[in-house]
């Protein structure tokens, strides 16, 4: 493990920027709209059956990822910050259907995983392909087994997006 890489072990953010062949108004819609997020929003093998969503500042997110094995792990935030089609921030936890915050380890992740975490996504236009830098932050440790999960996870739902964009 280089140094850096040393001195974050159980440190936040999260950070993951990947580029898109996409204008960013399409990527912003890709992320925006619940017909576009369901499709590919979630790591490999997972879906998203349920997401509502009101992309504004106060406005509400509640989204329900379905596992390969049928479960329904539900989240919710509330948007901080949306400047379209540039920046979002928004809170995000662990939920139950109905909306209540729920500990990590309701879904059988660590018990010390934190209750909210930050999300903020930019989106960068040049030549026509877009750069969309994800950080996920939140306060506490994280385990090295966590944020590796977290970054797979992201990574293969951006996988995803990447098709689904060729497609929309």
């Not at 062949?21 to 349920?50: D, I, L, Q, S």
């Not at 969309?132 to 951006?158: A, K, P, Y």
Request: hydrophobic share 35%.
């Amino acid at each position: 493990m280089g140094q850096s890489q040393a001195q974050n072990a159980g440190k936040w953010p999260v950070v993951i920027t990947r580029v898109f062949n996409a204008r960013r108004e399409k990527v912003w819609k890709a992320f925006k709209e619940p017909a576009h997020a369901m499709n590919w929003w979630g790591p490999k093998g997972f879906t998203m059956p349920v997401w509502k969503g009101d992309v504004r500042v106060g406005g509400m997110v509640h989204s329900a990822m379905q596992t390969p094995d049928g479960k329904l792990i539900w989240s919710k935030g509330t948007y901080r910050e949306v400047v379209e089609p540039e920046r979002f921030v928004v809170t995000d936890s662990f939920a139950d259907e109905k909306g209540n915050t729920v500990q990590a380890s309701h879904y059988g992740m660590d018990a010390d995983f934190p209750l909210e975490l930050l999300i903020t996504i930019t989106f960068e236009e040049r030549g026509g392909r877009t750069t969309m830098t994800l950080t996920h932050d939140g306060e506490g440790h994280i385990s090295d087994f966590n944020r590796e999960g977290l970054r797979e996870g992201w990574n293969e739902s951006f996988d995803k997006l990447d098709e689904y964009l060729k497609k929309m």
